[in-house]
T-cell receptor
């Protein structure tokens, strides 16, 4: 099974709301990633977790807060977002963080901030 | 960071082979070459990756130039379902992947 699942598929939230995106994998992978993809643009890396510890934060604003409760789960907590944060949020996982491993992506959560 | 150069778009005919080029003249010795594709309204999908030698899997083949400054993704027999954006990515061994603009492949019936 090479599946990464993401919930919800779609999310609409106001600028004062707090919401969370969830990602799950059961491949025993120890690295998990959050990417952001704006329309007609390539994915941009946001965060990398390795063995449940944050290893990379690509200068993402603090209104995005990642969490890795265990090796299978990755959350992205959202608070006080702006309309320009509307995008497709992609989760991925891999066996490890070195580039000798391939990444498996989920289908994404399409977020709209109103 | 080493960068890749890909054509913005390519067209192919169904059931014919497709060769998608990627230039990476500033590649370093420990950079892996990864290819992913993204179908409309889906997350990226892993296609293939390699370091120095050519690689084959059930989806495609990866031909890496001897000097590693370029590579080619080969789809042996294109189908309509292969229409996607194909990303060639250089990934340093101990660093993360960064996506470039990719090549939009159109497959004509």
């Amino acid at each position: 099974d090479t599946e990464v699942t993401q919930t919800p598929k779609h999310l609409v939230m106001g600028m004062t709301n707090k919401k969370s995106l969830k990602c799950e994998q059961h491949m025993g992978h120890r690295a998990m990633y959050w990417y952001k993809q704006k329309a007609k643009k390539p994915p941009e890396l946001m965060f990398v977790y390795s063995y449940e510890k944050l290893s990379i934060n690509e200068s993402v604003p603090s209104r995005f807060s990642p969490e890795c409760p265990n090796s299978s789960l990755l959350n992205l907590h959202l608070h006080a977002l702006q309309p320009e944060d509307s995008a497709l949020y992609l989760c991925a996982s891999s066996q490890g963080v070195t580039s000798s491993y391939e990444q498996y992506f989920g289908p994404g959560t399409r977020l709209t901030v109103t | 960071d080493a960068k890749t150069t890909q054509p913005n778009s390519m067209e192919s005919n169904e059931e014919e082979p497709v060769h998608l080029p990627c230039n990476h003249s500033t590649i370093s010795g420990t950079d892996y070459i990864h290819w992913y594709r993204q179908l409309p309204s889906q997350g990226p999908e892993y296609v293939i990756h390699g370091l120095t030698s050519n690689v084959n899997n059930r989806m495609a083949s990866l031909a890496i130039a001897e000097d590693r400054k370029s590579s080619t993704l080969i789809l042996h027999r294109a189908t309509l379902r292969d229409a996607a954006v194909y990303y060639c990515i250089l990934a340093p061994l101990h660093r993360d992947m960064r996506f470039g603009a990719g090549t939009r492949l159109t497959v004509k019936p």
